[in-house]
């Protein structure tokens, strides 16, 4: 839990600025470090993969990997499809208008104009989820002048995420099931007082919640078991307590009341269970200490409720 998502942005790549930026951010996530080895970023692309084999040419022998597929341009039919840019080779190229040259410099299309549009050289790495068998090993090259495609609009951006550190001090270990997660209710409570009957803060973590964040909780998650459709083994899950815990103020962490609360929606008739449940603990430097096991007096729940109370220690 040391690493966290804190941002996630859409980006246009529509000018040779923004391919260097995008370039930057896959080498270096654009933050060099002298004497250190350069750890680089991910971005995500929504390509179409319609019809791709007329957009889809084998570098010619003598060029720089010849052999290789590239796409000059996003397919001309078919819906988005999430796929990775892992990389770049500036060094990749295909004559795309057949004058004979690769040629980033010149109106190759014709448009009275040199933009990132006329580029014939310098492409994107790009992995898909289609298993190794897919194009070359998974992967394939993407021109940089297919990111202004204007036929696919949404090819136009990438995305990416970023991450920062995050040093957790109380964590919750849940092993779970339920057999629709779109219906799963789960609230965390706490309060200051050991002995309090009620929670001062609660959270109820989006994901254990059918994903509320994008609308309809039921199509955001499926109403399938927890793990997946078919799949009824409960989850092992870790949810960051640090947060809510520091509504209560710097020094409260050491004491209080945890509540905890595994329902489902109403008028549902989902069924889940609580196998185990603990309290971790983390010293100042986010190392692991100790682990308190928390007693489930009933581990199922439905149209019952379960709820938990127990002290922090
Ligand atoms: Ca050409
Ligand atoms: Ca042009």
């Known amino acids: ?26 080498f270096d996530r654009n933050q060099p470090k002298k004497n250190q080895e350069s750890i680089g970023g991910l971005l995500a692309l929504d390509g179409r993969m319609g019809e791709l084999d ?4 084998t570098i010619p022998a003598g060029e720089h990997l010849a052999g290789e597929d590239l796409w000059i341009r996003w397919g001309p039919s078919g819906y988005g499809h999430g796929i990775t840019c892992v990389g770049y080779d500036d060094q990749v190229g295909f004559d795309v208008n057949g004058d004979g040259k690769i040629t980033n410099d010149i109106d190759s ?9 006329d580029a014939e050289r310098g492409a994107f790495i790009v992995v898909n989820s289609w298993g190794k068998k897919w194009s070359n090993d998974g992967k394939i090259y993407l021109l940089y002048s297919a990111m202004v495609d204007p ?19 109380r964590t919750l270990k849940l ?3 339920c057999n629709k997660r779109s219906d799963l209710r789960v609230s965390i409570g706490i309060a200051r ?41 409960p989850l092992e899950l870790g949810i960051d ?19 905890l609360s595994f329902s489902i929606a109403e008028k549902s008739e989902a069924l889940g269970a609580l196998h185990s449940c ?20 009933d581990p199922f729940f439905g149209n019952t409720p379960l709820t938990i109370e127990t002290t922090l220690h």
């Not at 966290?4 to 896959?26: D, F, H, K, M």
């Not at 007329?54 to 040419?57: D, E, L």
């Not at 299309?109 to 549009?117: E, H, R």
């Not at 036929?151 to 001090?169: A, C, D, K, M, Y």
């Open 1 to 26: 839990m040391e690493y966290r998502v804190a941002g996630y942005r859409y980006t246009p790549t529509a000018t040779v600025s923004q391919i260097n930026e995008a370039r930057g951010w896959l």
């Open 54 to 57: 007329k957009v889809t040419k």
């Open 109 to 117: 299309n014709g448009d009275g104009k040199v933009t990132l549009a």
């Open 151 to 169: 036929t696919w609009e949404r090819g136009n951006f990438l995305g990416r995420i970023e991450v920062s550190r995050h040093l957790p001090q």
């Open 175 to 177: 092993k779970l099931d």
């Open 193 to 233: 007082d050991k002995n309090a009957t009620k929670p001062e803060h609660e959270f109820e973590p989006q994901v254990l919640n059918g994903w509320p964040l994008f609308g309809n909780r039921r199509n955001n998650v499926g109403e399938v078991p927890l793990a997946g459709p078919g799949d009824d083994i």
């Open 241 to 259: 307590l640090t947060p809510l815990l520091s509504k209560l103020g710097p020094d409260a962490v050491v004491d209080g009341r945890l509540f």
């Open 278 to 297: 603990a309290i971790r603990s983390y010293d100042a430097k986010g190392t692991y200490v100790s682990e308190s096991v928390v007693s489930i007096p």
